[in-house]
């Protein structure tokens, strides 16, 4: 198994407050990823980091920030959390070289109250 | 943006039968992978399988690039199968997957 954690694994919040999530990997991959997942939508991609410093932004970034001081940590961010973030998050890798191939880690479930 | 199809949405089927789970997608792809979301959430990769045919014990996928679709093959079903099959693709290999709505397979005792 890919070595991929997140932390917390769960978090309830309240409207306004804000939030970090946390992804941390062991493969020294070079691409990182966040999605989230609710039903009826499937997974979609937040934002996105192709090394250190570098990010981008996916499908449905409005209200999310991130940061990638280091090749291991991707830092999602809620400013400002509101109840439509309610979600299950989940984290990517790929290696971006010999293989483009994403594994994903467990997931945190975050609610906003 | 690219669109991904899969079929059928629900599948529901008697321990040791097989199935035949497909996905299409609307443009040419340079990554496409089958995931098991089991009932716990979890995300298990099953194949990274742009083209060709891979085989993983009772698990087996197809995609056909040119035409544009992939179909995984379970065979002798189990319980422990159930749960969600999605299939992601990306146009670009190191950009986002974009995912398919899933097919939610029961096996019944």
């Known amino acids: 198994d890919a070595g991929i954690t997140q932390s917390p694994r769960h978090k309830v919040t309240e409207t306004g407050t804000p939030v970090t999530l946390r992804c941390h990997q062991t493969?020294?991959?070079?691409?990182m990823y966040w999605y989230r997942q609710d039903p009826g939508h499937g997974l979609r991609l937040i934002h996105y980091s192709y090394g250190v410093k570098d990010t981008d932004k996916g499908e449905v970034s409005d209200g999310y920030s991130v940061s990638r001081s280091k090749t291991e940590d991707f830092l999602l961010t809620l400013e400002s959390a509101t109840s439509s973030q309610t979600s299950v998050y989940f984290c990517?890798?790929?290696?971006?070289?010999?293989?483009?191939?994403?594994?994903f880690g467990p997931g945190t479930r975050l609610t906003v109250t | 943006g690219i669109q991904v199809e899969q079929s059928p949405p629900d599948l529901i089927l008697q321990e040791g039968a097989n199935s035949t789970l497909r996905c299409n997608f609307s443009d040419s792809v340079n990554n496409l992978q089958w995931f098991h979301q089991n009932p716990w959430g979890q995300l298990i990769n099953l194949f990274y399988i742009p083209s060709g045919t891979k085989q993983n014990g009772r698990l087996s996928a197809t995609t056909v690039a040119t035409e544009r679709y992939s179909l995984l093959y379970i065979s002798s079903s189990q319980t422990t199968d159930s749960g969600v099959y999605f299939c992601?693709?990306?146009?670009?290999?190191?950009?986002?997957?974009?995912f398919g709505t899933g097919t939610r397979l029961t096996i019944i005792p």
């Open positions: 990517a890798i790929s290696q971006g070289t010999e293989s483009y191939e994403q594994y």
């Open positions: 493969e020294n991959h070079r691409y």
């Open positions: 992601a693709v990306a146009i670009f290999g190191n950009e986002k997957l974009t």
